[in-house]
């Protein structure tokens, strides 16, 4: 009986990000029988431009590698109470400080791949810790510095590589980096596609924090923080110690996400690549979707790269617009929406039982 109690509980992050996108496809087909398309056809589609292949499941993996760093380094942040909404700055400064490193520091390959790494993830850590200390010194809410960090981070960013940094070597003079030299990009997983080593740095960055959260002091310590705040302080947990290690890890997830793109995907840093596609966001849903959950994150992500690359090859082959994904998309918002205000009236029930009022 115990054993069953625990399986529930270790299966049901895994098991809302399913449910979420069932609701999800549910509501997609009703659009688009509206459109007059044939919703098993659409949906068939959509499946083979997602996993019809291999190079489709390869390239489906490719776009979740970003999501789920991000997600993962955002699900960490939530289970310690905080959030983190800068991810997107974060990934833009760990880019950039990753192709500049890659770039300038002199070295043989292996070794600029590490130092790059380093620096991403060093980049985007520092950056999320602006928001912390600032929430530690002077009480500004996370949500609001996070947020407004971002601006900040990716204004910057397009400063350096349309200024300092821009590569003038071509006529169109692009605002972004030179290429990086080859030996410093990350190994393809599979020759002639577009899968690289990042995918294997998102899956097991997620199953470590899955093992730190389960079975780690530090772990406990952010999870009983972000359950319990006040139990925490009376159990002797430091708040601002745990704020600042989550904060800083959360972000540096994130700088690794954009260090992951420029070594494995873009080989440079070119302005609006990496916030265009949405990575932060969809990050985020992932995260909220799974309850935080790092496997359950890195399922949802997945999940979420498919719909999209799924998108893509529907709008192509039939008359469904790209569109649908969105919509498809929206009601997982509204999921969502719909969990976190049924747990905020669960507990001001229980608030209430116990105050003797409803």
Same mark, same amino acid.
């Given at each position: ?201 998102? +899956?097991?960055?997620?199953? *470590? @924090?899955?093992?730190?959260? $389960?079975?780690? #002091?530090?772990?406990?310590? %952010? =999870? ?103 919509? +498809?998309?929206?009601?997982? *918002? @509204?999921?969502?929406?719909? $969990?976190?205000? #049924?747990?905020?009236?669960? %507990? =001001? ?10």
């Amino acid at each position: 009986m115990k054993l069953q109690r625990k399986l529930q509980q270790s299966f049901r992050g895994l098991a809302q990000p399913l449910i979420a996108v069932l609701i999800g496809i549910l509501t997609g087909a009703l659009a688009i029988s509206m459109i007059g398309e044939s919703v098993l056809d659409t949906y068939k589609v959509m499946w083979n431009g997602a996993f019809g292949s291999f190079y489709f499941v390869t390239a489906t993996f490719a776009r979740a590698t970003p999501i789920i760093l991000i997600g993962v380094g955002i699900a960490l942040a939530f289970r310690a109470g905080v959030f983190n909404m800068g991810a997107e700055g974060q990934m833009v400064l760990g880019a950039i400080a990753a192709a500049l490193t890659a770039l300038y520091i002199p070295g043989p390959g292996f070794v600029k791949i590490l130092l790059a790494l380093l620096a991403g993830i060093l980049a985007g850590g520092l950056w999320a810790l602006i928001a912390a200390w600032m929430e530690a010194k002077f009480k500004v809410q996370l949500l609001i510095s996070t947020l407004l960090l971002n601006y900040v981070a990716v204004l910057f960013a397009g400063y350096l590589v349309a200024e300092p940094f821009q590569d003038k070597t071509g006529s169109a003079a692009l605002a972004q980096t030179s290429m990086i030299d080859q030996s410093a990009w990350l190994p393809k997983l599979f020759p002639g596609m577009s899968l690289h080593f990042g995918f294997i740095l998102a +899956i097991v960055c997620a199953g *470590i @924090l899955y093992f730190i959260l $389960k079975y780690t #002091s530090a772990g406990y310590e %952010v =999870r009983m923080l972000g359950h319990n705040p006040f139990f925490a302080k009376y159990g002797g947990i430091n708040k601002t110690k745990v704020l600042f290690f989550s904060m800083f890890f959360s972000g540096g997830i994130a700088g690794l996400a954009g260090t992951a793109e420029v070594l494995g995907s873009q080989y440079r840093y070119v302005e609006g690549a990496l916030t265009v596609p949405g990575y932060a966001w969809t990050g985020l849903m992932a995260a909220l979707l799974a309850n935080s959950n790092p496997l359950g994150t890195a399922i949802a992500a997945i999940l979420l790269a498919a719909l999209q690359t799924g998108a893509m090859g529907m709008e192509r082959n039939t008359e469904v617009p790209l569109e649908i994904a969105s919509v +498809i998309q929206g009601v997982l *918002i @509204l999921f969502i929406s719909a $969990k976190f205000a #049924s747990n905020w009236w669960n %507990v =001001r029930k229980k608030a209430g039982a116990a105050n003797g009022s409803v």
